[in-house]
């Protein structure tokens, strides 16, 4: 993923507009999506800050993902596709451990929007 981070830093571009962005836009910067969300999960930031937005904006409305995959995933390579799973899959889990209740949105997502599962014996399984 190339790297574009500091515009997310700055405030002058909204988590809510990103998934209306054109495709190749959304994947060019998805890099800078993913980045941002890691850090603020290394520095242990609550799951409920608006970071979260950020993550969330990986996850499509249930009702339109035949469309967002075959619009938008497909701009991505699979070693890309298994970060942003893997990701949301981190977030699932730490939304657990803090809230003890279940995303399911980025279950969801990881699994059937991103094609990665949660392993066996998870708290969310």
């Not at 190339?2 to 959304?26: M, N, Q």
Request: hydrophobic share 30%; aromatic share 16%; with cysteine.
């Amino acid at each position: 993923f190339p790297s574009h981070d500091r515009c997310l830093c700055k405030g002058g571009f909204d988590p809510f507009e990103f998934g209306s962005l054109y495709p190749e836009a959304y994947h060019y910067f998805c890099g800078a999506v993913v980045r941002y969300c890691l850090e603020q999960m290394n520095r242990r930031t609550s799951v409920i800050e608006p970071w979260s937005d950020w993550l969330h904006s990986l996850c499509p409305l249930r009702g339109r993902k035949k469309e967002f995959c075959s619009q938008y995933v497909s701009c991505f390579t699979k070693g890309q596709r298994s970060v942003v799973a893997e990701l949301l899959n981190s977030y699932a889990r730490r939304y657990f451990e803090e809230e003890e209740l279940r995303d399911e949105d980025s279950e969801w997502a990881a699994e059937f929007v991103w094609g990665k599962q949660l392993p066996p014996g998870n708290p969310q399984s």
